[in-house]
């Protein structure tokens, strides 16, 4: 009892304002739900429109929820696979169209009414000249020595004359305030006024393993810098982007107070992809061989982007390996030689 009292008062005080950065969350008379991050994998087939989108969830009041996850179609999205973690927390698996994105997560905790939770907004920042977006982590590994991540980004040109656009535009900072540059990413482009670039992917690795990214800048250090403050700018969509116009007279802000009313404006908004809406609800509920099928699917698609990303750490070993010893051989040549003379 008294672990959840301080369990609840930590989720309070993280609640207390979104600049802090706290996780969505959302609670009925039963049961409350955190989520507090997600990030995507690619599918291992290279003709696939698909991604895995891995949710890092939470669940107090009730041992098991059911999820759904609503896209800006309104498409419905179904977990594949549940990772239980430690301490109430799992990781729900998501097979959903790549570059997605989000507004609705609803959870159902067993034997209790549907929590509706809005999902984030995707940051920007912008000057007169340049707005940059960011879409989040698309690819990540972590061991005992280090972290890769894999970033999306975009860029807007708003000026009036052509822009050039590197990798080396962007700065990622730790939790400390250390910079760090890419170290792959994109190839190099010019954006044309009014015109804005696909979404670029930018590469850092040999992070610490305590790593945590807290902003992201676009021409750090210049008079036009621009930076996106994970903890400030990552924050809930709106009721009425999520849910529309029919919300704006009874919006909450980012609070989930009121699931009845929620649940009425995201029927009403739903509504005219019913159709799709009604298919996708009867794939969740297709004959338990079917199911267990999409997990191994999902199992197995996991398992080969592990497999990649340890496979692409090995390698990095190995090129930093064969780089300090042709460094070493370097410098006791140049030793041996300075003995010699």
């Not at 009292?5 to 959302?26: E, R």
């Not at 994998?41 to 949710?55: A, Q, Y």
């Not at 990214?213 to 009721?239: C, H, N, R, W």
């Amino acid at each position: 009892m008294r672990s959840t009292i301080i369990i609840m008062a930590l989720l309070l005080a993280m609640a207390s304002g979104t600049a802090l950065g706290a996780p969505l969350q959302g609670s009925n008379d039963n049961a409350t739900v955190v989520i507090f991050g997600s990030s995507r994998m690619p599918v291992e087939d290279e003709n696939s429109t698909l991604e895995i989108l891995k949710v890092d969830a939470g669940l107090m009041g009730a041992d098991n929820a059911s999820y759904e996850l609503l896209d800006q179609n309104n498409t419905a999205y179904y977990p594949g696979l549940y990772r239980p973690l430690s301490s109430g927390k799992q990781t729900v698996y998501f097979l959903t169209e790549m570059d997605s994105l989000f507004k609705l997560i609803n959870v159902t905790p067993e034997g209790s009414d549907p929590i509706y939770i809005n999902w984030w907004m995707t940051p920007n920042s912008s000057n007169n000249r340049t707005k940059i977006r960011y879409y989040g982590i698309t690819d990540s590994s972590v061991n005992s020595d280090e972290q890769m991540l894999v970033l999306q980004v975009s860029v807007q040109n708003l000026g009036s004359e052509s822009i050039y656009v590197t990798p080396f535009n962007f700065t990622l900072f730790d939790q400390w305030g250390w910079p760090y540059h890419p170290a792959m990413g994109f190839d190099a482009e010019s954006v044309a006024p009014g015109t804005g670039t696909d979404r670029l992917l930018l590469g850092f690795t040999a992070l610490s393993p305590v790593f945590r990214a807290s902003a992201l800048a676009y021409d750090y250090g210049t008079p036009e810098q621009m930076v996106i403050e994970f903890e400030k700018d990552y924050v809930p969509l709106s009721d009425e982007v999520v849910y529309g116009a029919a919300s704006s007279g009874n919006a909450t802000g980012n609070e989930t107070s009121a699931p009845a009313e929620k649940a009425e404006a995201a029927t009403a908004q739903t509504a005219i992809q019913a159709e799709q809406t009604e298919q996708t609800a009867a794939a969740e509920q297709a004959p338990a061989s079917n199911a267990s099928a999409r997990v191994s699917s999902i199992k197995d698609m996991v398992a080969a982007t592990e497999a990649r990303l340890a496979a692409t750490r090995q390698g990095l070993d190995q090129k930093n390996q064969a780089a300090n010893e042709t460094a070493n051989s370097t410098a006791a040549l140049s030793n041996s030689t300075a003995t010699t003379l």
